[in-house]
Structure formats: C-alpha cells, structure tokens
C-alpha cells in the first residue's frame, strides 16, 4: 500500500467523535467522519438514537468530515430529524463540502434540514441557554 492510498484510506474511514456538550446549553455536537453509507447506517443510527435519548433542545450534527452519503445514511438522518421534532428538539447540519450539500440538493432534503457551512454558525443559531 502507498503512503497516498494509506492517506485515502484513512480520510474515508468512518468515525462518529464522542459527542459534545455544550456548555451552559441543551445542545449537544456530533462530528462524522468518512463515508457515510449502508455499512455504517446501524452505527450511525444507534449513536444517534442514544444522543437523542438525552433529549437534547439541540442537535449539531457536523457531517464536514464526511467524504460520502449515501441514500441509507440519509434515510438515518431523516430519523433523527423526525424524532428530535417529536421531543421539540432542533437538528443541524454542517458540512463544508459542496459535494455533500449537493447530496441535500438534489434529494431536497435541504427543505427539511437546517444546513450551516460551519459549525460556530450551526451553535449560533441554535445555542439557547439552558
């Protein structure tokens, strides 16, 4: 394997951070990484569901390390934006990566979702004190 191909690999590889609380707030940040796609949706979803389970005001989900999405992960998503409204919750999405927000584009999910290019504009609009 070559030092670029190792480098590839591990831009792509999948990892969910240890989500962050925000302080003084009822939002909590969750940064992705990787692709994103129907191998890692069961990961994805139950990392979710045990952050929701918190019954945060707020959701950052902060997809700008993603490298992929694909309709498996989007269909996770979809979840989580329909379960945080359900307990009055809020989900934001930030991802730098014109590609990815292509992806919300074209399936018009970005009529759905809130979509922010950075994550101190995603905690601006949805930092409440607590």
Known sequence: ???????QSLETAFRIDEAE???GTRTIVVAVHGDTDMHV???LEARLSEVIDEVPDALVLDLSGVTFLDSMALGVLL???KRLGESGGRLRVVTSRPEI????EVTLLDRLFDIDSSRDGALAATTAPA
């Open 41 to 43: 949706a069961d990961e």
């Open 1 to 7: 394997m070559s030092d670029t191909d190792a480098f």
């Open 79 to 81: 979840g989580s934006l």
């Open 21 to 23: 609380h925000v302080p």
């Open 101 to 104: 927000r292509r992806i919300f």
